[in-house]
């Protein structure tokens, strides 16, 4: 079965301070992969996607992703964090198999950004 | 344009009561998708519609749940009699055809339904 893992469940970093969270998946066909973004009290965003071509991707507020498909990997990164990143960060991912139609996610990282 | 809708935001009932969830996606968006999360822990895929047909309930967790997307506008979910193991955020998305590979999935603020 498919499944996704986010390695860490909470981060807490210092404005200005660089941001990587950690996601990988157990699938070896065609995937598409997604990090969604949730901030307090909002509903569930995207911040990014990929689908297929250049592995790095760049989402929005400055975020971007790499997908290194031998291992299984789509790590989000940001290199100066700001308060306002302060949010739960979903790692996502569907497949062909499932027709697309079926988004499996990582069970989030809570990220606290301090001043 | 108005996003995707989900009622009521916050719901607290006893065990073997039931419970109705209400989702009114994007105006035009065939596919409706039910997600859950419960306990901090990843969120699990429910059931999928296109208008008014499930496309997939894989994920219904047992008969106690019931969707239901009459007239392919919103979409209800009931659980019901509700258990303590069914208490968590119950999402909704919608989306237009063509599943999440090429269309983006719009979510609501979700349901947060505590059983008690």
């Known amino acids: 079965a498919q499944s996704v893992s986010q390695h860490n469940h909470h981060v807490i970093l210092s404005e200005a301070a660089s941001l990587e969270l950690g996601c990988n998946y157990s699938?070896?066909?065609?995937?598409?992969l997604f990090w969604y973004v949730q901030y307090p009290g909002q509903h569930l965003q995207l911040l990014l996607k990929?689908?297929?071509?250049?592995?790095l991707v760049k989402g929005i507020k400055g975020f971007e992703a790499e997908f290194i498909k031998s291992k299984f990997s789509f790590n989000l990164r940001k290199p100066s964090v700001q308060w306002s990143d302060t949010a739960e960060y979903f790692c996502?991912?569907?497949?062909?198999?499932?027709?697309?139609?079926?988004?499996?996610f990582g069970a989030g990282t809570r990220l606290a950004v301090h001043p | 344009e108005a996003g995707v809708t989900q009622f009521p935001s916050h719901s607290v009932i006893e065990k073997g009561q039931t419970v109705t969830l209400r989702c009114d996606p994007i105006?035009?968006?065939?596919?409706l998708y039910w997600y859950r999360r419960v306990m901090g822990k990843e969120i699990k895929f429910l059931l999928h519609?296109?208008?008014?047909?499930?496309?997939?309930e894989s994920g219904m967790p047992n008969n106690r749940f019931l969707a239901e997307r009459t007239g392919g506008t919103y979409s209800t979910l009931k659980v019901q009699p509700a258990e303590l193991e069914d208490s968590g955020v119950y999402f909704c998305?919608?989306?237009?055809?063509?599943?999440?590979?090429?269309?983006?999935?719009?979510f609501g603020q979700g349901t947060r339904l505590t059983v008690v």
């Open positions: 998305a919608s989306s237009l055809l063509g599943g999440h590979r090429n269309t983006e999935a719009f």
């Open positions: 996502a991912v569907n497949a062909l198999s499932g027709g697309y139609n079926k988004l499996i």
């Open positions: 519609f296109v208008k008014e047909s499930k496309q997939d």
């Open positions: 990929y689908f297929s071509g250049d592995p």
């Open positions: 699938y070896g066909g065609t995937v598409n």
């Open positions: 105006s035009g968006h065939d596919n």
